[in-house]
């Protein structure tokens, strides 16, 4: 069974476009979070949702919205997507958000290209 | 800004034990010292975290200086499985701060030689 599942792995889209990323965990943990990696290989957190309530919401340009429907899923929109927004984009999910001693386990990432 | 010093890149061959080593010199008392990795058009995963002792799992053994400045992640048998970047991270409990986020580096890149 998948712990942290996303869907789509890979997404093309044009500029200007708004497109979802979904995510979704049955590991039955509270706390989910979004990671973007770059051309560079930079790991970075976006977001952190601990039941369905945002707790950490790092520099993130307001065209992204996560949306918590229930603490099993945590999706990704983004509006008017820009070349820059071209990355892997990770979904991750622990039992407690506010203490790195648990675990934090990752899905499979979900490479974005914007043409 | 990861706060932690690791290598760019190591070598190693199968079978043979990997000592990767972190440098954590501005540690506070209250942060762990973890370690992920990533395999290769994988999601990062976790390997083994500490504070104070040396930690052993299935995966790795983590020995942590006495001062604390600097820990070592040790492989004792690499596979060509391993090669991955390891990543080593410092955090712990919420003091406040934002110490319990995962700020990755840019950590070591570990090669495996058949």
């Known amino acids: 069974d998948t712990a942290v599942s996303q869907t789509p792995k890979y997404l093309v889209t044009q500029m200007g476009n708004d497109k979802s990323i979904k995510c979704e965990q049955n590991?039955?943990?509270?706390?989910m979070y979004w990671y973007k990696q770059d051309s560079k290989k930079f790991l970075k957190i976006m977001f952190s949702?601990?039941?369905?309530?945002?707790?950490i919401n790092e520099t993130v340009p307001n065209r992204f919205s996560p949306k918590s429907p229930d603490k099993a899923h945590l999706n990704l929109h983004i509006n008017s997507l820009e070349l820059g927004d071209s990355a892997v984009y990770f979904c991750a999910s622990s039992l407690i958000g506010t203490s790195l001693l648990y675990e934090q386990y990752f899905g499979p990432g979900t490479r974005l290209t914007v043409t | 800004d990861a706060k932690t010093t690791q290598p760019n890149s190591m070598e190693s061959n199968e079978e043979e034990p990997v000592h990767l080593p972190c440098n954590h010199s501005?540690?506070?008392?209250?942060?762990?010292i973890h370690w992920y990795r990533q395999l290769p058009s994988q999601g990062p995963e976790y390997v083994i975290h500490?504070?104070?002792s040396n930690v052993n799992n299935r995966m790795a053994s983590l020995a942590i200086a006495e001062d604390r400045k600097s820990s070592t992640l040790i492989l004792h048998r690499a596979t060509l499985r391993d090669a991955a970047v390891y990543y080593c991270i410092r955090g712990g409990l919420n003091s406040g701060g934002s110490n319990y986020k995962l700020t990755f580096g840019k950590g070591t890149l570990l090669t495996v030689n058949p």
């Open positions: 501005t540690i506070s008392g209250t942060d762990y």
């Open positions: 590991l039955g943990h509270d706390t």
């Open positions: 500490g504070l104070t």
């Open positions: 949702y601990n039941n369905k309530e945002l707790i």
